[in-house]
Each structure stands twice: as C-alpha cells, then as structure tokens.
T-cell receptor
Framework: DSGVTQTPKHLITATGQRVTLRCSPR?????VYWYQQSLDQGLQFLIQ???????AKGNILERFSAQQFPDLHSELNLSSLELGDSALYFC?????????????FGPGTRLLVL | AQSVTQPDIHITVSEGASLELRCNYS??????LFWYVQSPGQGLQLLLK??????LVQGIKGFEAEFKRSQSSFNLRKPSVHWSDAAEYFC?????????FGAGTRLTVKP
C-alpha cells in the first residue's frame, strides 16, 4: 500500500459526458501527479501540482483539467469524453515535487467510455 | 526531445535464472532515471533510481541497475529471478518534472 488513495476504482460512462477522478496523496506529500495509461499510448504524464499550484504540464488534453485543493487532495476532470479516453488513470504523490524524488502511485481509476 | 526506449516487449526467464531488462534514453545531459514495476491490477512501485554518483544502483527486491553514459543505457538486472517477479517493468526519465516512461517490458517467469 503506497498510501495514495484514488476514487472511484472503476468508472463507466458514455461519450460526451464529464467525470471527476479524485486523489488523496500520502500524508505529508505536497506534490501530486496525474498519469494516463492506455494500450496504444502507454503511460503518459498529464500534469503535476505542488501545494495547490500547477508545476508541470505534459500531454494533457484541453478537455481535461485538474486542481489541487488546500487539503492537498487533487481532482482530475475529464469532459466531452471520447472512446479513446478509456484508460487507467493514476495519481502519484511525492514530498516536494523535485524531479529526483520517488513518486508513490495510487492503485488507479479505470475509466471505460462507451 | 527526451525519450525512453525499452527494446523488449516481453521476456520469459526460468525461475532462478538471471535477468537483464534493457533501457535506452535520449537526452543531452545526465537525466534522472528510474525503474518502476507494475503488478497486474496495481499501481507502479519504484525499484530504484539514479541521478548522480555511483553508476551501479541497488534497489529493492534484489534488483540493481547500471547507468552507462557512453551507451545511454540504464539496464535493470537481477541475479536470480523469483516467480513473484513476474510483472511489467517500466524505465522512466524525468526532465523538468515531465516524466517520460518507456513502453514497458512484460516479464514472465517459468517454473
């Protein structure tokens, strides 16, 4: 158990809909990362937050957005969903967000868009 | 642009045999390099990392990796594989907090 929690574990929705994925980092970690894992794209970095502020952005679509709240939990919002958005979405956390730090991964949220 | 290549999609080894998983990176300076393992239905767990110092890095579960700048490689090794090592292994490089992962190598362990 990494100490990172993600809800829900599974999510099934329809094209065009909007969903919110939630992540609680390990106790004491200030930085949160979001990743997408799919069969065709592999594991891709989406976005990083540190203490409520966006720190780095990867291959995140404009239809996707994220935020980190004062209690340090984070949410990833996916809108206008397409079939290709079906994937496993991971959240990770680290102490201070440095690039040499260990990132601790949650168990993931499996999203299926029908 | 930085990238990570794992040339082997799938490797099968016998239990007790040695293992080497290959990883090549493309990046100008010395990058921050990582190996993660993903068991079925689970998140990723860090095995080891390198960003400076001794080029032979020891990790958890008996794994080690060697950074070779001349070959732009960071191969993962284990002298004797256990059945519980069956999983998917990812090499990753972090530059400016943009973590790039390789496509992964799936390890099957034969009894």
């Amino acid at each position: 158990d990494s100490g990172v929690t993600q809800t829900p574990k599974h999510l099934i929705t329809a094209t065009g809909q909007r969903v919110t994925l939630r992540c609680s980092p390990r106790s004491g970690d200030l930085s949160v990362y979001w990743y997408q894992q799919s069969l065709d794209q592999g594991l891709q970095f989406l976005i990083q937050y540190y203490n409520g502020e966006e720190r780095a952005k990867g291959n995140i679509l404009e239809r996707f957005s994220a935020q980190q709240f004062p209690d340090l939990h984070s949410e990833l919002n996916l809108s206008s969903l397409e079939l290709g958005d079906s994937a496993l979405y991971f959240c990770a956390s680290s102490v201070a967000g440095g690039k040499g730090e260990t990132q601790y991964f949650g168990p993931g949220t499996r999203l299926l868009v029908l | 642009a930085q990238s990570v290549t794992q040339p082997d999609i799938h490797i099968t080894v016998s239990e007790g045999a040695s293992l080497e998983l290959r990883c090549n990176y493309s990046y100008g300076a010395t990058p921050y390099l990582f190996w993660y393992v993903q068991s079925p239905g689970q998140g990723l767990q860090l095995l080891l990392k390198y960003f400076s110092g001794d080029t032979l890095v020891q990790g958890i579960k008996g794994f080690e990796a060697e950074f070779k700048r001349s070959q732009s490689s960071f191969n993962l090794r284990k002298p004797s594989v256990h059945w519980s090592d069956a999983a998917e292994y990812f090499c990753a490089v972090n530059n400016n907090n943009d973590m790039r992962f390789g496509a992964g190598t799936r390890l099957t362990v034969k009894p």
